[in-house]
T-cell receptor, first 110, second 115 residues
């Protein structure tokens, strides 16, 4: 059973702090990794994709991938109240079957 | 808007009803997906179509019947559903080559309630 695990949270951080979201996956053959943001009552919105080991930065967001440890993370710098949402980690090991984690709820306190 | 449009946004249906969910993508993508999202559970992949051919059927009960007439349109036909089928049904599309390793873009979803 291929799995993607996330801490459900809520993760609470003060405004301006760094939020760190973590994800582990079970399939060592996984090649593609995604982070989605989902606001309450809305659909998931892609914010980052990463395919190789290391860091990938996009604005306030940094995705980190470590395939040896089967670990992917998302850092949000200068967190804003508008970042409060559920963050979904998704992993694809080939084909069209992308597996999603249950998500981590992030709450940024003003 | 994301370029993926779903209708209706909300649907309440009885267990003996037949209804259909519609999805249309305006992104020129070749792959389309149906996902189910229940409270506190991960997104569950239901069906995948690539160039309007079904490539995945994730052990979905036959009371859910997908239809993909072309690469831009996807339907999910519903009949004799159960209350536990109440969930958010999400359509997504992606521009996949062979490996399905590109990003999926989601529609706004249909909130389905079965009574």
């Amino acid at each position: 059973q291929k799995e993607v695990e996330q801490n459900s949270g809520p993760l609470s951080v003060p405004e301006g702090a760094i939020a760190s979201l973590n994800c582990t996956y079970s399939d060592r053959g996984s090649q593609s990794f995604f982070w989605y943001r989902q606001y309450s009552g809305k659909s998931p919105e892609l914010i980052m994709s990463i395919y190789s080991n290391g860091d990938k930065e996009d604005g306030r967001f940094t995705a980190q991938l470590n395939k040896a440890s089967q670990y992917v993370s998302l850092l949000i710098r200068d967190s804003q109240p508008s970042d409060s949402a559920t963050y979904l980690c998704a992993v694809n090991a080939g084909g069209f079957k992308t597996i999603f984690g249950a998500g981590t709820r992030l709450f940024v306190k003003a | 808007e994301t370029g993926v449009t779903q209708t209706p946004r909300h649907l309440v249906m009885g267990m003996t009803n037949k209804k259909s969910l519609k999805c249309e993508q305006h992104l020129g993508h070749n792959a389309m997906y149906w996902y189910k999202q229940s409270a506190k559970k991960p997104l569950e992949l239901m069906f995948v179509y690539n160039f309007k051919e079904q490539t995945e059927n994730n052990s979905v009960p036959s009371r859910f019947s997908p239809e993909c007439p072309n690469s831009s349109h996807l339907f999910l036909h519903l009949h004799t559903l159960q209350p536990e089928d109440s969930a958010l049904y999400l359509c997504a599309s992606s521009q996949d080559r062979d490996r399905g390793d590109t990003e999926a873009f989601f529609g706004q979803g249909t909130r389905l309630t079965v009574v």
